[in-house]
Structures are given as structure tokens and as C-alpha cells.
Antibody, heavy 121, light 111 residues
């Protein structure tokens, strides 16, 4: 069974750095063509893709947030970590990680439950 | 910041059919596969359609997808109260700012 679960602080202050961890099971990020992405959703708004890391350590970032994001993986721990610097109240959102296997091309087939992050002083 | 455009809402009575459009450009829908997601209230999105028209295991054939040029469509037949949710299209954008992109989202209401 494939599962992903996000973890991290529920509350961060403006200007702080957010670190989120996606811990997954049921697949390996060292498998050829496997990828994991981070996506966020502000309350009442649409989904916004943030970043992706591939099995071969290729990384892709949202152009609008590229300067603030870093994605990394620890294959031995089955984890993907996203850091976002200089947090602002507009970054308040539910943050999801999702799997992108080769079998579904560019689709996210399994999502984590999401973790809500509030940015407030 | 959504690159793909969807109607804000669609509605129909139980048993009827609804279609949701997703409009993009040649750098995204025009040259890449489209996927569709259902998001029930308070839950994470769920994959309904991938590769334009394929359904993952467990997704009923009431849900269908199609693509033509730079637009895609999700169809839901035999509408049920449990289908009331937000629906999003998604694809890859191959422009200089390469990355995944999502639609603006459509709220489906069962009357």
C-alpha cells in the first residue's frame, strides 16, 4: 500500500523558514522514473504546484517561488524535504506531497493528507 | 497563479451529466497529458483521470476525460450526491518556466 504523510510546524512567524517533511512508504524514490512533488492550497483557493524531485535527483521549482524553495530527498529514510524561506502570511495554506510514477505520466496518483501551515506573528 | 482556466461552477440534478472544461495553451495542454482530480470537502485531491482519458483502478466509468488541441474536458455521467466536490485539471508546462500546473478549479453542485 502506497502512503505519503506530511509533517512540519502548524504555525510559523513571518520571515521564518518553513521545513516540511514528506515520509512515504510502499515505493522507493530510487526506482527509475519515480518522482515526488509538493503542492499547496491556500484556504478556499486552487491548488498550486511548488516543486518536484526525481529518482535521479533532478529538481524542478515553481518559477514564482524558485528563489525561496529547496527540495531534497533521503532515499534511505523514504523522505522528501521542502524548505521555504522568508515565510509570509500569504503562504498560509495546506501543503501536500504527492507521488508521480512513470505509469501515470505527469499525474499525481497518490497524495498525502496534507498539513496546514499558518503564517502569523 | 493558475495557468489553466476552468469554469467556477457547474450543476445538474442527480442522474444527469456534467462536463467541465479546462483551457490552456500549446506549452501545456497542447503538448502534454492532462489529468483530473476530485477534491471532496476537507480532503486531499484524488486522481480521477490521467493521460487525458485513462482511469486509475477503482474509478468508475461514469468519469471520462478527453483532450482536443489546447483544451480538455472531464465528463461525469449519472451524477450522484457524492460527486459534489471541487474538480481540478492538471498537466505539465513545457515553457521556459517548466513545471506542473493546475486549473482554477470547478465546484460541482448536485441539485
Amino acid at each position: 500500500q502506497v502512503t505519503l504523510k506530511e509533517s512540519g510546524p502548524a504555525l510559523v512567524k513571518p520571515t521564518q523558514t518553513l521545513t516540511l517533511t514528506c515520509t512515504f512508504s510502499g515505493f522507493s524514490l530510487s526506482t527509475s522514473a519515480m518522482r515526488v512533488s509538493w503542492i499547496r492550497q491556500p484556504p478556499g483557493k486552487a491548488l498550486e504546484w511548488l516543486a518536484r524531485i526525481d529518482w535521479d535527483d533532478d529538481k524542478f521549482y515553481s518559477t514564482s517561488l524558485k528563489t525561496r524553495l529547496t527540495i531534497s530527498k533521503d532515499t534511505s529514510k523514504n523522505q522528501v524535504v521542502l524548505t521555504m524561506t522568508n515565510m509570509d502570511p500569504v503562504d498560509t495554506a495546506t501543503y501536500y506531497c504527492a507521488r508521480m510514477p512513470m505509469t501515470t505520466s505527469d499525474a499525481f496518483d497518490i497524495w498525502g493528507q496534507g498539513t496546514m501551515v499558518t503564517v502569523s506573528s | 497563479q493558475s495557468v489553466l482556466t476552468q469554469p467556477p461552477s457547474v450543476s445538474a440534478a442527480p442522474g444527469q451529466k456534467v462536463t467541465i472544461s479546462c483551457s490552456g495553451s500549446s506549452s501545456n495542454i497542447g503538448n502534454n497529458y492532462v489529468s483530473w482530480y476530485q477534491q471532496l470537502p476537507g480532503t486531499a485531491p484524488k486522481l480521477l483521470i490521467y493521460d487525458n482519458n485513462k482511469r486509475p483502478s477503482g474509478i468508475p466509468d461514469r468519469f471520462s476525460g478527453s483532450k482536443s488541441g489546447t483544451s480538455a474536458t472531464l465528463g461525469i455521467t449519472g451524477l450522484q450526491t457524492g460527486d459534489e466536490a471541487d474538480y481540478y485539471c492538471g498537466t505539465w508546462d513545457s515553457s521556459l518556466s517548466a513545471g506542473s500546473v493546475f486549473g482554477t478549479g470547478t465546484k460541482v453542485t448536485v441539485l
